[in-house]
């Protein structure tokens, strides 16, 4: 299509394979797992599952169904009112897919269920226990809904034990309307990720707060000086890691992508992150919320 021609030629990629690819994909067909990464058929699967140097595999499962209560205008996941109930065995089952499965770092993650009263906050906490009692070694991160601000659903989420806190502003203050359902924006989902550094991890009490993380899409026609002040924005609440990529339009019912940035300015971006003071920032025209993100972690936290 036109769409297709007119897509830079650092946006054509080949999907590369990583050495732990086969073996981590052969498992997962056994095990009724959805991950984001292949459902998304996301260009980052091969270094992801691959693990890069460290051999840190990383992957994306998406909990809670496939039916958002939300309708931002930039996601092709589909919209209803009323989700089917949530599956009680969800929290079991995927820990234990999970401990079969040999994945290092998982992202849970989840469409907004704001027809719960409490959009889930307990299921995904059950999901955390319910993985680090199985596989103590596993990394988990959970990217997160905003709960409607509600701050009680982080404390909850964040006592679980998981190790990383992400919430996504996605775009800069003055475009949220235009990209993101309007039950979301930007004061809120600074206080989730505030708040969640806040909280002491852990469900003993005793931990260290988790690491908080963010994302922001690039191509919905921010100016610079508005995205360097969403990323100080960022440090200002303590937010510890951000990552930055390219907006790409999923269907064409959504949102077309008014700017396509180059990779020397994503390179900018990321020096810019660096000097002020993210633990990490990745960024990259096909980096994702979740790119790379165990790889990262042990690189960049734990030694
Ligand atoms: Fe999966 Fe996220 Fe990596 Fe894509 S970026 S392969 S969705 S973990
Ligand atoms: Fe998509 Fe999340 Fe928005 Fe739902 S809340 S429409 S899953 S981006």
């Given at each position: 299509s036109g769409e297709r021609t007119r897509l830079p030629s650092w946006l054509k990629t080949e999907i590369p394979v990583g050495k732990n690819y086969a073996r981590i994909k052969n498992s997962l067909r056994s095990l009724n797992l959805h991950t984001v990464c292949e459902e998304a058929r996301c260009p980052n699967i091969g270094e992801c599952w691959g693990g890069g140097e460290h051999g840190t595999a990383t992957a994306t499962v998406m909990l809670?169904?496939?039916?958002?209560?939300r309708a931002c205008r930039f996601c092709s996941v589909k919209t209803s009112r009323r989700p089917p109930p949530?599956?009680?065995?969800e929290p079991a089952n995927t820990a234990k897919a999970l401990a079969d499965w040999g994945v290092d770092y998982i992202v849970l993650t989840s469409v907004d269920r704001d027809d719960l009263a409490d959009g889930g906050a307990a299921h995904f906490a059950e999901t955390v226990r319910e993985i680090k009692a199985r596989c103590p070694g596993m990394l988990v991160e959970c990217l997160t809904p905003?709960?409607?601000?509600d701050l009680d659903c982080v404390r909850l989420l964040v006592e679980s034990g998981l190790d990383v806190f992400a919430h996504n502003v996605e775009t800069v203050e003055r475009l949220q309307r235009r990209v993101r359902d309007?039950?979301?924006n930007y004061a809120q989902s600074l206080a989730v990720l505030q708040h969640a550094k806040r909280c002491v991890g852990g469900p003993d009490g005793e931990r260290t707060p988790p690491l908080t993380k963010t994302s922001l899409m690039l191509?919905?026609?921010?100016t610079d000086d508005e995205i360097l002040q969403t990323m100080k924005d960022l440090r200002e609440i303590g937010v510890d890691c951000l990552t930055l990529g390219q907006y790409m339009q999923?269907?064409?019912?959504m949102l077309r992508v008014a700017d396509y940035v180059t990779p020397d300015k994503f390179a900018h971006w990321q020096r810019v992150g660096d000097e002020l003071g993210f633990v990490y920032t990745a960024s990259g025209p096909l980096v994702r919320s979740s790119y790379k993100a165990g790889e990262f972690f042990i690189k960049n936290v734990l030694q």
């Open positions: 809670m169904g496939g039916e958002c209560t949530l599956d009680p065995n905003d709960f409607s601000g309007p039950r979301a191509g919905h026609g921010e999923p269907t064409k019912r």
